[in-house]
């Protein structure tokens, strides 16, 4: 790889850690990982949200900030 396609592939790196490790903290919420066998319209999105919210909750209230 030219050191150019080397730069990028880092900086796609780098996003895509970011993204794998929020997407994790999101499925903390057992509900998300685990089969839904509620067949109500629309119940998945709301769980997910739910999930969502209370991982950006726990991220905000951290005790020790995050490195950038």
């Known amino acids: ?7 990028r592939n ?8 970011r993204v794998e490790h929020a997407l994790s ?3 903390r919420a057992r509900i998300v ?3 839904l066998r509620n067949t109500k ?3 998945s999105e709301i769980i ?3 999930a969502c919210g209370l991982h950006n909750l726990r991220v905000q209230f951290r005790k020790r900030a995050l490195r950038r």
Do not use: N, Q, S, Y
Request: hydrophobic share 50%; glycine share 8%; aromatic share 4%.
């Open 10 to 17: 880092r900086k796609i790196a780098r996003v895509r850690v």
């Open 33 to 35: 990982k685990d089969v």
């Open 1 to 7: 790889m030219t050191r150019a396609e080397k730069r």
């Open 41 to 43: 319209l629309g119940f």
């Open 48 to 50: 997910i949200v739910i």
């Open 25 to 27: 903290g999101v499925k």
